[in-house]
């Protein structure tokens, strides 16, 4: 990670302002209720076809529009490169002698730096949305694709207008919006030009859907007497009836609204106030996007409707805001967009900013998997740019089992000097920052696979095997027993295969899916080893790897041969609290009765709810033991852990734990339960450093005293 | 299907009214505009025709039938006639290929529009059915007044269009391109 970089997200961290506004809207809630009663999955499904088969006949869609706009009078120009389109624009405003161009929001005219070439040949160009306008003033690029000035202030904005007012002006909004009217109403009137951007280019009709609040896009089409319109060829859709899922979803997505205060759909020139026809000229600009067409992966990415939702629910923005993102697209989607608008190279830096937590896919009206798309530039940049020494050495031990584990060992006897109960709360010198919000887990003296040998189990009932993972193997391994516990409980047998090791999800995280694979075909051979009923894993990160990633890594790394077997692995493996949700419906596990009633919130960890779609089940078996479930505000927004990110990104990551307890405390519950040693390793530092009275706990620790044994039930 | 096209337009800000007959609505719509001031200008339309000769024998002071950019600018009011309205969204659509339907419906302080009950939709998809764009080159959708939250995400009303929307629904007025 670059210098300069680092210092742009301290500085984003230090601006107040950029964390509370979003958080002040509350967006998912105001969502919700803007897609309340409509099926949002259907809805999207309806998107993601209409885009996708567009994204598959760009090239046809772009002439079908071309000509059905041609035979009502508008001018088509089909640009390749963003000169090709300012080139045009400048021919046109040079020929027709244009002075001033008024512009309605246009993300693609921000794309290819349209304002500053005008300039440059002596045009003014106005932005007219108040948002733009304002970054416009300030010297800014939009911060966000939807609320360009969102990183400002009421009194940054007073500030700027008083300079253009020439007069000081005070911080209040409605005032401050009456300005830009009063000033921006002459610019309208004065331009020879009006530049738009377009939502929707329908191909059947010609026709452009233009979608705004505030009523500027209106009064740029029809108070100059030519009109440029530059649209991405993203925004192609075959029929008429296409818009109208897209106008259902994109004011809900973007503002929580039901629909925007205006839209005009525009099929070929009109005539001005003065008798004349307007001049209309359509500008189709490729820019990169049939390359990005032609790309098997990245294709679905020109299903983005631009919406910026998955701006507004990421908890990385969240905290910094969109300038971090250094380029005119900002967020999940704008890191792809950037990769591919400008080159991949550009992406190193902000790649990384992405945790992987996935709550983007979930809001996504195009239904666009961005995280796995970022995860995919990462492996890309891997394979070209090569990971760094340290991070490939890290990763090729963790793959050699033996290494790997005597390291794990030795850690635990060198770690000494600063563990306590667990955690390690001081590191010397360089180490100091990374426990400095967060006490950092000590390694177990004795590891679960030296424990496992010593528990007397019951025999003869039928066989699980327990894939235990780095973290409950060499940091909890009590979680481990008690999973081994309960599950005897229930009259099963738990085996623990010795040859186990990483499940490979930190080098597929890392972008290294060569290594991934390996580390998968490692396993499963000591998974498949005995005939077994469950594969149980209390690790959600390694069950996304044994129920999900490992058939498609394996199929991708060339090592087809082993996908059978992967996904045997797969259908087999259950998380343990899945586990005993359906051991407690089948009767095989009975919860002992007058227990003490204790209360618990639950943190959805990221791999468990979206990757693996695990969250009603360890709630369900939670409250059949009797706990007293209090939902804590965003119970799946992300902790913050990550991983690696913790600690390739500790400021950021620290912003996100902060904002997960202060949501847990508020319930007042006593625990705060995870099944992801990942995210109990972060919860669990994150609370011990802050004193908290809340504890931390995986829910096998907390079920491990709550169900009969089997000789009760009997009884 | 009025009933929610009322609570939905309402719910963006707008104010709707109904009456049964074209008379009772004139005479609602000259008592707005002494409520909302003038000057005003009115973009014409079959109500407008229908009633034009009882307008004109009374000149409404203040009040221009014929729209330029110039008299729209310093217009407190634009009255205009629209051919249909989405219920499921409160929702105003017009053909406005004609440019002074769009100087009367953007440039003053406050909108008055006039909408024939019967031309109400359930939703947008059943509109797309309805319309023709080759027919209307430039189709118009106003829902609730010009609105922002480009500052703090702080809601602002009248920010390049009308501050207020009146929608006039009249129950025995023909129109719209069904």
């Given at each position: ?13 230090e ?6 506004i ?16 409509v ?15 567009a994204?598959?006949h760009l090239?046809?869609l ?37 002075k ?7 993300m ?5 730096h ?29 911060s ?7 990183h ?12 253009e ?6 911080p ?28 929707i ?6 026709t ?16 100059p ?41 525009i ?16 500008i ?40 971090v993102?250094?380029?005119?697209y ?6 792809i ?50 990971l ?17 584990h ?15 109960d ?7 010198m ?16 004795k590891p ?32 481990g ?40 075909a ?7 080893a ?16 044994l ?8 199929q ?11 996904e ?23 919860p002992?009765?007058?227990?003490e009633?204790q ?15 695990i ?29 690696s ?15 997960k ?14 099944e ?10 994150g ?8 504890q ?5 620790e907390?079920?491990?005293?709550r ?9 | ?19 049964p ?21 009115w ?17 409404i ?10 008299n ?19 929702t105003l ?29 359930p ?15 430039y ?9 922002t939250?480009?500052?703090e995400?702080?809601l ?8 207020r ?14």
């Amino acid at each position: 990670m670059s210098k300069a970089f680092d210092q742009s997200i301290t500085k984003a961290l230090e601006n107040p302002n950029l964390g509370g506004i979003l958080d002040r809207w509350n967006y998912p809630a105001t969502r919700a209720k803007a897609y309340e009663g409509v099926d949002f999955e259907a809805l999207r499904g309806e998107i993601s076809a209409i885009k996708g088969e567009a994204a598959g006949h760009l090239p046809e869609l772009a002439d079908q529009f071309q000509k059905s706009a041609e035979a009502r009078g508008a001018k088509v120009f089909r640009a390749s490169s963003p000169q090709a389109v300012l080139d045009y624009i400048l021919g046109i405003c040079q020929s027709k002698g244009v002075k001033k161009v008024a512009k309605s929001k246009s993300m693609a005219s921000e794309e290819i730096h349209l304002n500053k070439f005008l300039a440059e040949h002596g045009i003014q160009a106005d932005e007219t949305d108040l948002g733009e306008w304002i970054v416009q003033l300030a010297h800014q690029t939009p911060s966000h694709m939807v609320m360009p000035a969102l990183h400002l202030t009421k009194e940054e904005v007073a500030e700027i207008f008083s300079q253009e007012v020439k007069r000081p002006l005070s911080p209040e909004i409605q005032g401050l919006v009456k300005v830009a009217r009063k000033e921006l109403r002459e610019k309208f009137f004065e331009a020879d030009l009006g530049v738009t951007g377009a939502n929707i280019a329908i191909a059947e009709t010609g026709t452009l859907v233009i979608m705004t609040n505030e009523g500027n896009a209106r009064l740029v089409t029809t108070l100059p007497k030519i009109h440029v319109a530059i649209v991405g060829i993203e925004k192609l859709v075959p029929r008429f009836a296409d818009a109208a899922p897209i106008l259902r979803a994109l004011p809900k997505s973007a503002t929580s609204q039901l629909i925007t205060s205006y839209v005009s759909m525009i099929t070929g020139p009109v005539p001005n106030d003065d008798g004349t026809m307007k001049d209309l000229h359509i500008i189709l600009m490729d820019n990169q996007r049939t390359a990005m067409a032609a790309d098997p992966e990245f294709k679905q990415a020109l299903q983005c409707i631009r919406c910026a939702s998955c701006l507004n629910v990421c908890p990385v923005y969240r905290l910094v805001g969109g300038h971090v993102f250094g380029h005119i697209y900002t967020g999940g989607i704008g890191t792809i967009l950037t990769a591919w608008f400008n080159e991949l190279k550009t992406t190193e830096d902000i790649q990384g900013l992405c945790i992987g937590c996935g709550k983007c896919n979930e809001v996504c009206p195009g239904k666009i998997d961005i995280a796995g798309l970022i995860l995919e530039l990462r492996r890309r940049l891997a394979k070209k740019e090569g990971l760094s020494f340290i991070q490939k050495s890290a990763l090729q031990i963790i793959n050699n089992r033996k290494v790997f584990h005597a390291m794990l060992r030795a850690a635990s006897i060198a770690q000494k000097p600063f563990a306590k109960d667990g955690f390690i709360r001081h590191l010397p010198m360089f180490l100091s920052n990374l426990a400095e919000h967060r006490s950092l887990p000590a390694i177990a003296p004795k590891p679960f696979r030296d424990l496992f040998p010593e528990i007397r189990q019951p025999k003869g009932g039928g066989k699980v095997a327990f894939y235990a993972g780095c973290a409950i193997d060499f940091v909890s391994p009590k979680v481990g027993v008690a999973v081994v516990k309960v599950l005897n409980q229930a009259g099963l047998e738990v085996i623990f295969p010795q040859e186990q090791s990483c499940c490979g999800i930190p080098h597929w995280a890392s972008g290294a899916n060569e290594m991934a694979a390996l580390a998968a075909a490692h396993n499963l051979g000591p998974l498949l080893a005995e005939d077994v009923e469950y594969v149980v894993t209390a690790c959600a990160t390694c069950a996304t790897a044994l129920k999900k990633e490992w058939p498609h890594l394996l199929q991708q790394q060339g090592m087809g041969g082993l996908v059978p077997k992967a996904e045997a692995v797969a259908a087999k493996t259950v998380m343990f609290t899945e586990l005993v949700a359906k051991l407690i419906q089948e009767g095989r596990l009975t919860p002992k009765d007058g227990m003490e009633l204790q209360s618990v919130t639950y943190h959805d960890s990221c791999h468990a709810k979206r990757h693996v779609g695990i969250y009603k089940e360890p709630r369900a078996a939670l409250s059949a033991a009797g706990f007293d479930l209090r939902e804590m505000n965003e119970s799946d927004t992300c902790c913050g852990m990550g991983g690696s990110y913790t600690v390739k990104q500790p400021e950021l990551s620290m912003g996100m734990l902060k904002r997960k307890l202060d949501n847990a405390e508020q319930t007042g519950a006593q625990y705060l339960c995870a099944e992801c040693p990942g995210c109990l390793i972060q919860l669990g530092g994150g609370l011990d450093k802050r004193g908290s009275q809340l504890q931390a706990k995986h829910p096998a620790e907390l079920l491990e005293d709550r169900f009969k044994d089997p000789g009760d039930t009997e009884g | 299907m009025y009933e929610l096209f009322k609570t939905r337009a309402e719910a963006a800000g707008g104010l709707v009214h109904r009456f049964p007959t074209g008379a009772e609505a004139l005479e609602f719509l000259l008592k707005s505009l002494e409520v909302e001031g003038t000057p005003a200008v009115w973009a014409g339309g079959s109500f407008l025709e229908g009633c034009a000769e009882q307008l004109l024998g009374a000149p409404i002071p203040g009040l221009a039938l014929s729209v330029t950019r110039e008299n729209a600018k310093g217009a407190r009011v634009g009255i205009t006639q629209m051919d249909w309205g989405i219920a499921d969204t409160g929702t105003l659509v017009q053909d406005a290929s004609g440019v002074e339907q769009r100087l009367a419906s953007t440039l003053p302080w406050t909108h008055i529009a006039l909408l024939p009950t019967r031309n109400l939709v359930p939703d947008l998809a059943t509109l797309l059915t309805k319309v023709d764009p080759a027919r209307s080159r430039y189709l118009t959708f106003i829902t609730g007044p010009s609105r922002t939250a480009d500052i703090e995400r702080v809601l602002a009303i009248g920010v390049h269009g009308p501050e207020r929307v009146i929608v006039i629904c009249i129950d025995d007025l023909e129109g719209g391109r069904p």
